[in-house]
């Protein structure tokens, strides 16, 4: 039998109820309710998204679970005090990973309290009770996560956002997916080795807060080898030859399909030419729909968009392998959400030389660091070594502007030793990619971390040169991520 300590009042208030006690009614409660949830494996997702079943943004038979995540059905659940003490009795998720929790009580009274869930396969759910208080006003149901038994926590980026704000994602080495809503008191944070207090702690999801992204895809001649893996791809993903340029697009299709509605994000096209899709490069080019008559295309000359719809076309572009370039003939049909009439691009594909890593980097920060939203990411991936004129220019420039660099790196000639200098010394993730099947999990577990990055405010603001140290100890676990502010 499993036992809790449980607080007087819970145990008072409980005999009431059991005696018929005439007050029980207008006992003080509080409710907690949510969606508990467990990460996808990056295989399963892959193979998933491969098969062409493009993940959508929530399931049918269980509308709250997000991207990339299964319901943590059946897991035991209990309120406890940030010591670990029981303030409830025992209760189970569903099969859809739902719970409520209701203890006697003002809201007050349970400051600092945890939302703790176990279930066998996984290391024990800890989340910040304070989101999950129900308040019946019809809020989007709040959820939280944890991670596969056998995986390590990652605090996979981190960034300033001026004055006394920083944000922050963590990940787990198994997905590569967001843990989301993990406890405040699991976080520590240090200025030159002198400790500030996190004085509230929530996500981006929760605060509403819209991101600027650039997506930089290697085009280069390389970009047409098959894909290699550890294992030859099966019946899930329809016996399909990929070439490294189909996967990045289809792994870009679904990053962008998982985008909430107020991100924006801009596509660069790169070999040694670097590309925006923008009005001024379609410019160059005939679009024609079905009939073969020019079709007119407005695409923001900055390149940022929010439309899904645009956004897919210019995925379409990069594919080299799409019917836009290729027509009936193609191996990758007009992706389905595209709302435009382009059927082909009368013209050749513009890509296919060397590699302009250096360049196509700082012509996203360059794009990005002009945005207004206050969270601003670039995400690179290639497959080539290139050369580097200023590899510390290019930190120093994501620096200054608090823009974190994530560098998807696959082939054993990719550019690794740059890139990863230039993630980890940006505040970004380093992929290498080993199963080059797995680029479309590991785009699709990117998109979580843009979701669910936390933001922490401080209770002292950051200045030039400081270094911050970001700590996170759970489950007998340590990790750390340091940053140089400038």
């Known amino acids: 039998m499993k036992m809790f300590r449980v607080l007087p009042i819970v145990a008072s208030v409980s005999l009431l109820i059991a005696c018929g006690g005439d007050d029980s009614s207008q006992d003080p409660k509080v409710t907690y ?3 508990l949830i467990v990460p996808q494996g990056l295989q399963q997702n ?20 997000p991207d990339g995540y299964l319901p943590m059905a059946n897991a035991a659940v209990v309120l406890e005090d940030e010591n670990g003490s029981a303030l409830s009795t025992e209760t189970s998720t569903d099969n859809c990973g739902v719970f409520t929790v209701e203890v006697a009580g003002e809201t007050d ?5 945890v939302i703790s869930a176990t279930l066998d396969g996984y290391k024990p759910l800890k989340a910040n009770a304070e989101n999950f208080i129900s308040s019946g006003d019809g809020a989007a149901v709040p959820v939280a996560s944890t991670v596969s038994s056998d995986a390590k926590y990652i605090i996979s980026a981190i960034q300033s956002l001026g004055g006394d704000k920083i944000s922050f994602s963590v990940t787990d080495s198994a997905s590569n997916n967001a843990v989301i809503q993990l406890t405040k008191n699991a976080f520590e944070v240090s200025v030159n080795d002198q400790p500030l207090v996190i004085s509230a702690l929530n996500s981006t999801d929760q605060l509403g807060l819209a991101s600027s992204n650039v997506v930089a895809l290697d085009a280069s001649g390389s970009m047409t080898s098959l894909v290699t893996g550890e294992d030859e791809l ?6 399909e030859v ?24 801009s596509v660069i096209s790169f070999d040694n030419q670097i590309n925006t899709i923008n009005n001024a490069f379609i410019a160059n080019y005939n679009l024609l729909d079905e009939t073969g008559n020019s079709v007119n295309f407005d695409y923001p000359e900055t390149g940022f968009v929010q439309d899904k719809a645009k956004l897919h076309f210019a995925i379409d572009m990069y594919n080299p392998k ?20 382009v059927a082909t691009v009368n013209g050749f594909y513009p890509w296919s030389g060397g590699t302009e890593l250096e360049g196509a980097i700082n012509t996203s920060l360059e ?24 590899r510390d220019g290019v930190i120093a420039l994501a620096n200054e502007n608090s823009i974190p660099v994530h560098a998807i790196a696959i082939s054993q000639s990719a550019d690794e030793e740059n890139l990863q200098e230039i993630a980890t010394q940006t505040g970004g993730t380093y992929y290498k990619v080993i199963d080059e099947q797995t680029i479309t999990g590991i785009y699709s577990s990117l998109q979580t971390t843009i979701k669910y990055a936390y933001v922490a405010e401080l209770n002292a603001p950051l200045q030039s040169s400081d270094t911050l140290k970001l700590t996170l100890t759970i489950n007998g676990e340590e990790v750390e991520r340091t940053l140089t502010i400038q």
């Open 109 to 113: 009274g349970f400051s600092n309290s």
């Open 322 to 341: 799409s019917s836009l370039w290729q027509g009936g003939s193609a191996d990758d049909e007009k992706h389905p959400d595209r709302t435009d009439t």
């Open 242 to 265: 990929y070439t490294r340029h189909r996967l990045t697009a289809k792994a870009a299709h679904q990053f962008v399909s998982e985008k909430g509605a107020a991100d924006e994000f």
């Open 33 to 35: 309710s949510g969606t």
């Open 367 to 390: 794009q990005v660091k002009e945005r207004t939203n206050t969270l601003k990411r670039v995400f690179v991936l290639t497959d080539g070594q290139s050369y580097f004129n200023d």
């Open 46 to 65: 892959s193979l998933r998204i491969l098969a062409g079943d493009f993940l959508s943004s929530r399931s049918d038979e269980c509308p709250n679970v």
């Open 234 to 239: 099966g019946p899930q993903s329809n016996n």
